[in-house]
């Protein structure tokens, strides 16, 4: 059973940083693209971020391009986003999904990310 | 930047009646590369259909999806209590972003 759970989210200031993770198992982790995609409260799903299965290419959206980095470790079955100068607008809930390449087939539970002072 | 528009925002029906609901897209989507999602309250995601319509493993043959260029349709043949949700499309046939739709909600009549 494919399982993918999420970690790293909480309550953060304006300006600051976290480092979100997501433990997979249940498949061959080393060959599937990772995604992330947030969701604020009360509103719709937004794409983040993509890498690729030997995490030589990873894609962003604007809102983010600079800022976050995706990154993976195949060895520890893991996905990593790094967010840095975090804004209030990034408050959502941050889920993580398995992909043949753009599409997204399972998903992880989700981390909350919360961004206030 | 490809902007996917669904509708109807809200769609009232009730368990047993069939129904449709709508993806358009801005412009045509390389290889009908059109995803649907459901999303139960307080749930996470769970993909119903691929390809615009490859239904995942697991899913009921009530859910079916169709469509090609920029219209796209998600289809459930005879609505069951548990399939009253906000559903996503999703394109992801053009370099990213991977643009959803503002979701449809499927609420019980």
């Known amino acids: 059973e494919v399982q993918l759970v999420e970690s790293g989210g909480g309550l953060v200031q304006p300006g600051g940083s976290l480092r979100l993770s997501c433990a997979a198992s249940g498949f061959t982790f080393s060959r599937y693209w990772m995604h992330w995609v947030r969701q604020a409260p009360g509103k719709g799903l937004e794409w983040v971020s993509r890498?690729?299965?030997?995490?030589?290419?990873?894609d962003y959206a604007d809102s983010v391009r600079g800022r976050f980095t995706i990154s993976r470790d195949n060895a520890k079955n893991t996905l990593f986003l790094q967010m840095n100068s975090l804004r209030a607008e990034d408050t959502a809930m941050f889920y993580c999904a398995k992909s043949y390449g753009g599409e997204l087939i399972d998903w992880g539970q989700g981390t909350l990310v919360t961004v206030s002072s | 930047e490809i902007v996917l528009t669904q509708s109807p925002g809200t769609l009232s029906l009730s368990p047993g009646e069939r129904a449709t609901l709508s993806c358009r897209a801005s412009q045509s989507v390389y290889n009908n590369y059109v995803a649907w999602y459901q999303q139960r309250p307080g749930q996470a995601p769970r993909t119903v259909v691929y390809?615009?319509?490859t239904r995942v493993t697991g899913i009921p043959d009530r859910f079916s999806g169709s469509g090609s260029g920029t219209d796209f349709t998600l289809t459930i043949s005879r609505l069951e209590p548990e399939d009253f949700a906000v559903y996503y499309c999703q394109q992801y046939g053009s370099l990213p972003p991977f643009t959803f739709g503002q979701g449809t909600k499927l609420e019980i009549k």
């Open positions: 390809g615009a319509s």
């Open positions: 890498v690729n299965s030997d995490g030589s290419r990873t």
